[in-house]
């Protein structure tokens, strides 16, 4: 049986001994700040990644070279959100900090680089620097959330490496704007599928599924 067992709608003495009502205060404000981060980028990376496509990519078929090609593919992520609510607890939040991890590096030369660009709206260039740093926020908090829902467990599963640099530092303008196009569709992608895994997560933890 799963370490985290669910008690007529609280949580089992296992997981907040004696019934512990500050533990559960705390995780439930745990999750609630971690699902308002993770909609809040994908909000902004959807918002980011238009605004991108609006002033960059029309009628250049960039979408064509960004199907399949994010870094992070080789995570076996549930393909929808039926088979996401077939997912261990466990492994969804395992899922979830490899892709907030995984997003670290390209984050911080995403902002680096659109600083660099001539002419991109200043609308891009907040977005990317709000995002970088509300995944990392959202980073801090699952790992405390893993550690009070998982007591004990370390957490310790590789992450997809990102290696897209130079061609986000190319001189040849189209390849550098489909390379931006690539990485702002994978961040949105990326980004839907945390947040509906952690709603998932914190409808099944804290609510027992009764939302």
Request: with cysteine; charged share 25%; aromatic share 8%.
């Amino acid at each position: 049986m799963s370490n985290l067992l669910l008690c007529q709608g609280n949580f089992c003495t296992f997981l907040c001994p004696h019934g512990d009502d500050l533990c559960l205060n705390s995780l439930k404000d745990l999750f609630n700040r971690a699902t308002n981060l993770s909609q809040d980028i994908y909000n902004l990376s959807s918002k980011m990644f238009k605004e991108f496509d609006k002033r960059y990519a029309q009628g250049k078929g960039y979408i064509t070279m960004a199907l399949n090609s994010c870094h992070t593919s080789s995570l076996p992520t549930p393909e929808d959100k039926e088979q996401a609510q077939q997912t261990h607890h466990e492994v969804l939040m395992s899922l979830i900090l490899g892709l907030l991890r995984s997003w670290n590096d390209p984050l911080y030369h995403l902002v680096t680089e659109v600083r660099g660009m001539k002419g991109v709206p200043d609308a891009i260039l907040s977005r990317a620097i709000e995002i970088e740093e509300e995944n990392k926020r959202l980073l801090e908090g699952m790992e405390m959330i893993f550690g009070q829902v998982i007591p004990g467990a370390k957490e310790t599963e590789p992450y997809p490496v990102w290696s897209g640099l130079p061609s986000l530092q190319t001189k040849d303008e189209e390849a550098r704007h489909s390379a931006f196009y690539n990485l702002l569709h994978c961040l949105r992608r990326d980004s839907s599928k945390i947040d509906t895994y952690l709603k998932l997560l914190n409808c099944r933890i804290i609510y027992n599924n009764n939302c």
